[in-house]
């Protein structure tokens, strides 16, 4: 089986969740499309480790899967207090910071 | 090309040179900052560190004068002012016949006019002040004509300036006291800027400004420099002595008290201009057109003065305008070159005298008149005043050059020199010299004829604040000074050309040269220009006894006059050409450089600041506050980022 698809698979990925970010409201939503992106690269990121013979991918969507991880924690805990405030989840209504 | 004096080392008496100027210093340091301590006794300490300068004066004097001539010139190296690299100047004084002449005059006109100045201030609640001022103003003149070098000259030079500044504008509640002392200042300025050239110049082209090395060394100048320097010390000289064309300040500066006209602006100050070409007169010995200069701007100055004198109905303007006019013969005199430098400086202490003397009338006659100066409302005044018209009378013949006073002696030398010169000159300057001292006759003759005789018009008028007029004499402290001067008027030329003035100068100002005595070259023979002289005045004087002795003088000047006594009394348009040359296109060029200003820089700068300010007022409207915008311009500027590396990895 060749790798392209794999490659293909995650361009996909990435698309529907770039996509979703920036068409979607909810905050909810918009977080797990960028979940969505995160691990379209980290498919990619094996896909090139597996053509290339080396570990180096892989370690790196280790660290990815890290980094998202502590970003999940961090950032569902910002939504679960804008939701306790504004009894709300869209991304709009919290447009306070800017000009 | 006169000899270079040997120059010794001031000794013994003349070792004490620095109490002539350091005692009028005292003074002066006292009376203005003692405050109102000082208010009971202060012009007697004025008039008393003067006169001590005097004493020193003249002790100095006849130390030197038991000298041989050649070893009669001496300096006195105080200490070193200050050194910055090759400049080295020395705070030093030059004592040699020239400057002890001008000590003796500016100390004893000077001492005579303090005393007098007693009285005349003595209802004035600023006396204290005006004698700390007078004798600031006696310190810088002396510094002026005893520096051994240029920058001590310099220094004398702005001292003289700020004290008649302060002098002229002594009524500060007086505006047009205020404008006048502001116009000298100005226009003192211009001058002065010409002598900071001049001695730049000698500076950058000798590397020294001591007198001796100077004048010993003008054989290294090239000839467009000598002219250059020649001609910026002509332009300092014409702005200190009212000469064309920078003579509109002096009749302006009247508005100070008259013992300041007398002192300032008739006897001392107005002189440094002589002085400075006198005592440079190596300089200007090796420099034909630079005197040829000179002697032109003297003779247009006395022309000028004399018609303007005719004119005027303010006694002490007709005074100024005089001053002027015989400061112009000076100039004509020391524009002669050696045939001419002592005679200059022999009318200067002969005008000195009687010019002092009749300010000091002139004054006299004000004090009894309500302080009003308007001739056209005195008259028959000579019985009132016997003293002020007697003395008045003295110093008023000896400046029309009535044969064997003073004037006549020294006025009758410069115009004979005039006609001596060869060709056109001789008969220019001799000619114009000539119809002046007609002129002169003719103005001194009108102003005295409406002073002391005729008619008195006062009794019929009021002056401007409502008050009779009563004429009196003045206080002894007045008349005495007065009568001095009348004496130094009547017999001053007599003496000094007796005594040879000339020989005595001929250290510092070199052999007179007297052209054409035994070969008669100039334009008229030598014996006829007394009588021609004479012959002008008597006409000056019959013409003025014409017109204004023998008519009523109305107390209205007459409005309808012809075109010449229009031009006159508007200073011959002197005031009006300065405008029209030099302010108002200074004004414009102001508010061109203003409107430049704002325009032009200020706005390159704010309109810089306004551009970037309103960008980003506009540009900061980007920044909307929704996330999801933020993730698009992302998601934009990555897809450019790779596309731009994609176009340049596969170009």
């Given at each position: 089986m060749s790798t392209t698809y794999y490659l293909l698979l995650s361009a996909l990925l990435f698309s529907i969740?770039?996509?979703?970010?920036?068409?979607?409201?909810?905050?909810?939503?918009?977080?797990?499309?960028?979940?969505?992106?995160?691990?379209?690269?980290?498919?990619?990121?094996?896909?090139?480790?597996?053509?290339?013979?080396?570990?180096?991918?892989?370690?790196?969507?280790?660290?990815?899967?890290?980094?998202?991880?502590?970003?999940?924690?961090?950032g569902l805990a910002i939504i679960m207090s804008i939701f306790r405030t504004r009894r709300t989840a869209s991304i709009d209504d919290a447009n306070l910071l800017k000009y | 090309m006169s000899e270079l004096p040997e120059v010794g080392v001031a000794t013994g008496t003349a070792s004490l040179a620095w109490l002539l100027f350091v005692l009028p210093a005292l003074?002066?340091?006292?009376?203005?900052?003692?405050?109102?301590?000082?208010?009971?006794?202060?012009?007697?300490?004025?008039?008393?560190?003067?006169?001590?300068?005097?004493?020193?004066?003249?002790?100095?004097?006849?130390?030197?004068?038991a000298l041989p001539p050649e070893l009669r010139t001496r300096e006195l190296s105080l200490f070193r002012w200050f050194g910055v690299g090759s400049l080295q100047v020395d705070f030093g004084l030059r004592l040699d016949p020239l400057s002890l002449t001008f000590v003796l005059l500016i100390t004893g006109v000077g001492a005579l006019i303090h005393l007098?100045?007693?009285?005349?201030?003595?209802?004035?609640?600023?006396?204290?002040?005006?004698?700390?001022?007078?004798?600031?103003?006696?310190?810088?003149?002396?510094?002026?004509?005893?520096?051994?070098?240029?920058?001590?000259?310099?220094?004398?030079?702005?001292?003289?300036?700020?004290?008649?500044?302060?002098?002229?504008?002594?009524?500060?509640?007086?505006?047009?006291?205020?404008?006048a002392a502001k116009k000298a200042f100005l226009m003192n300025r211009v001058g002065d800027v010409g002598l900071a050239i001049a001695i730049f110049l000698i500076w950058a082209n000798l590397g020294t400004l001591q007198y001796t090395e100077v004048f010993a060394r003008v054989g290294e100048l090239s000839g467009g420099v000598l002219l250059a320097i020649t001609l910026m010390l002509l332009l300092g000289a014409c702005g200190k002595s009212g000469q064309f064309p920078l003579q509109a300040w002096l009749p302006d500066a009247m508005e100070g008290p008259t013992p300041v006209s007398a002192l300032i602006h008739a006897a001392t100050m107005v002189t440094a201009g002589v002085y400075l070409i006198g005592r440079a007169h190596f300089l200007y010995d090796a420099s034909v057109t630079g005197r040829l200069v000179v002697a032109v701007i003297g003779t247009i100055t006395l022309l000028i003065g004399a018609i303007i004198g005719c004119a005027y109905d303010d006694i002490k303007k007709v005074l100024a305008y005089s001053t002027v006019s015989q400061i112009g013969y000076m100039f004509l005199a020391v524009g002669l070159g050696p045939a001419g430098y002592a005679l200059g400086i022999f009318h200067l202490l002969t005008h000195g005298f009687f010019k002092a003397g009749l300010f000091l009338g002139a004054g006299s006659v004000m004090h009894a008149m309500n302080d009003d100066v308007d001739m056209r409302r005195f008259g028959g005044l000579a019985r009132f005043m016997p003293i002020t018209f007697a003395t008045f009378g003295l110093g008023y013949l000896a400046l029309i050059g009535f044969p064997f006073l003073s004037g006549y002696f020294s006025k009758d030398a410069i115009i004979e020199a005039a006609f001596a010169q060869d060709g056109w000159q001789g008969w220019v300057f001799g000619g114009a010299a000539?119809?002046?001292?007609?002129?002169?006759?003719?103005?001194?003759?009108?102003?005295?004829?409406?002073?002391?005789?005729?008619?008195?018009?006062?009794?019929?008028?009021?002056?401007?604040?409502?008050?009779?007029?009563?004429?009196?004499?003045?206080?002894?402290?007045?008349?005495?000074?007065?009568?001095?001067?009348?004496?130094?008027?009547?017999?001053?030329?007599?003496?000094?050309?007796?005594?040879?003035?000339?020989?005595?100068?001929?250290p510092s100002l070199?052999?007179?040269?007297?052209?054409?005595?035994?070969?008669?070259?100039?334009?008229?023979?030598h014996a006829v220009v007394p009588w021609l002289v004479v012959a002008f005045s008597a006409l000056g004087v019959l013409i003025a006894w014409l017109t204004v002795g023998r008519h009523r003088v109305p107390v209205e000047k007459p409005a309808h006059v012809s075109l010449p006594v229009r031009a006159a009394r508007r200073d011959l348009y002197a005031n009006a050409i300065n405008e029209a040359l030099i302010a108002?296109?200074?004004?414009?060029?102001?508010?061109?450089?203003?409107?430049?200003?704002?325009?032009?820089?200020?706005?390159l700068v704010n309109g810089t600041a306004a551009a970037l300010g309103g960008s980003s007022g506009r540009m900061r409207r980007l920044q909307t506050g929704f996330v999801r915008s933020y993730a698009?311009?992302?998601?934009?500027?990555?897809?450019?980022?790779?596309?731009?590396l994609l176009a340049v990895v596969y170009a």
């Amino acid at each position: 089986m060749s790798t392209t698809y794999y490659l293909l698979l995650s361009a996909l990925l990435f698309s529907i969740g770039a996509v979703g970010v920036l068409v979607r409201r909810n905050a909810i939503v918009v977080f797990m499309c960028v979940e969505l992106m995160l691990n379209a690269v980290n498919l990619s990121l094996v896909t090139f480790a597996r053509i290339n013979g080396a570990l180096d991918g892989q370690v790196m969507a280790f660290f990815v899967m890290v980094v998202a991880a502590a970003e999940v924690v961090v950032g569902l805990a910002i939504i679960m207090s804008i939701f306790r405030t504004r009894r709300t989840a869209s991304i709009d209504d919290a447009n306070l910071l800017k000009y | 090309m006169s000899e270079l004096p040997e120059v010794g080392v001031a000794t013994g008496t003349a070792s004490l040179a620095w109490l002539l100027f350091v005692l009028p210093a005292l003074g002066a340091a006292v009376l203005l900052l003692a405050g109102r301590r000082a208010n009971r006794w202060g012009h007697w300490l004025g008039v008393a560190t003067v006169a001590a300068a005097f004493v020193v004066g003249l002790l100095i004097f006849f130390d030197t004068l038991a000298l041989p001539p050649e070893l009669r010139t001496r300096e006195l190296s105080l200490f070193r002012w200050f050194g910055v690299g090759s400049l080295q100047v020395d705070f030093g004084l030059r004592l040699d016949p020239l400057s002890l002449t001008f000590v003796l005059l500016i100390t004893g006109v000077g001492a005579l006019i303090h005393l007098y100045s007693v009285g005349y201030m003595s209802h004035d609640p600023g006396r204290r002040r005006f004698f700390g001022q007078l004798n600031l103003f006696i310190t810088a003149m002396l510094l002026l004509v005893l520096g051994n070098n240029f920058v001590m000259l310099y220094l004398g030079w702005e001292g003289v300036g700020l004290a008649s500044y302060l002098l002229i504008g002594f009524y500060q509640d007086r505006p047009s006291a205020a404008t006048a002392a502001k116009k000298a200042f100005l226009m003192n300025r211009v001058g002065d800027v010409g002598l900071a050239i001049a001695i730049f110049l000698i500076w950058a082209n000798l590397g020294t400004l001591q007198y001796t090395e100077v004048f010993a060394r003008v054989g290294e100048l090239s000839g467009g420099v000598l002219l250059a320097i020649t001609l910026m010390l002509l332009l300092g000289a014409c702005g200190k002595s009212g000469q064309f064309p920078l003579q509109a300040w002096l009749p302006d500066a009247m508005e100070g008290p008259t013992p300041v006209s007398a002192l300032i602006h008739a006897a001392t100050m107005v002189t440094a201009g002589v002085y400075l070409i006198g005592r440079a007169h190596f300089l200007y010995d090796a420099s034909v057109t630079g005197r040829l200069v000179v002697a032109v701007i003297g003779t247009i100055t006395l022309l000028i003065g004399a018609i303007i004198g005719c004119a005027y109905d303010d006694i002490k303007k007709v005074l100024a305008y005089s001053t002027v006019s015989q400061i112009g013969y000076m100039f004509l005199a020391v524009g002669l070159g050696p045939a001419g430098y002592a005679l200059g400086i022999f009318h200067l202490l002969t005008h000195g005298f009687f010019k002092a003397g009749l300010f000091l009338g002139a004054g006299s006659v004000m004090h009894a008149m309500n302080d009003d100066v308007d001739m056209r409302r005195f008259g028959g005044l000579a019985r009132f005043m016997p003293i002020t018209f007697a003395t008045f009378g003295l110093g008023y013949l000896a400046l029309i050059g009535f044969p064997f006073l003073s004037g006549y002696f020294s006025k009758d030398a410069i115009i004979e020199a005039a006609f001596a010169q060869d060709g056109w000159q001789g008969w220019v300057f001799g000619g114009a010299a000539t119809l002046a001292a007609g002129l002169t006759a003719f103005y001194m003759t009108r102003l005295v004829l409406m002073t002391f005789f005729g008619e008195r018009r006062w009794e019929k008028l009021t002056s401007a604040d409502g008050h009779d007029y009563h004429p009196h004499e003045s206080p002894a402290t007045m008349t005495l000074p007065m009568i001095v001067l009348a004496l130094g008027s009547v017999g001053a030329g007599a003496v000094l050309s007796a005594i040879g003035l000339s020989g005595w100068l001929a250290p510092s100002l070199g052999e007179l040269t007297e052209t054409g005595v035994a070969e008669d070259v100039g334009a008229i023979p030598h014996a006829v220009v007394p009588w021609l002289v004479v012959a002008f005045s008597a006409l000056g004087v019959l013409i003025a006894w014409l017109t204004v002795g023998r008519h009523r003088v109305p107390v209205e000047k007459p409005a309808h006059v012809s075109l010449p006594v229009r031009a006159a009394r508007r200073d011959l348009y002197a005031n009006a050409i300065n405008e029209a040359l030099i302010a108002r296109p200074g004004i414009w060029l102001t508010r061109a450089l203003v409107y430049f200003d704002n325009r032009g820089v200020d706005g390159l700068v704010n309109g810089t600041a306004a551009a970037l300010g309103g960008s980003s007022g506009r540009m900061r409207r980007l920044q909307t506050g929704f996330v999801r915008s933020y993730a698009l311009s992302m998601l934009g500027g990555s897809v450019l980022v790779i596309g731009a590396l994609l176009a340049v990895v596969y170009a």
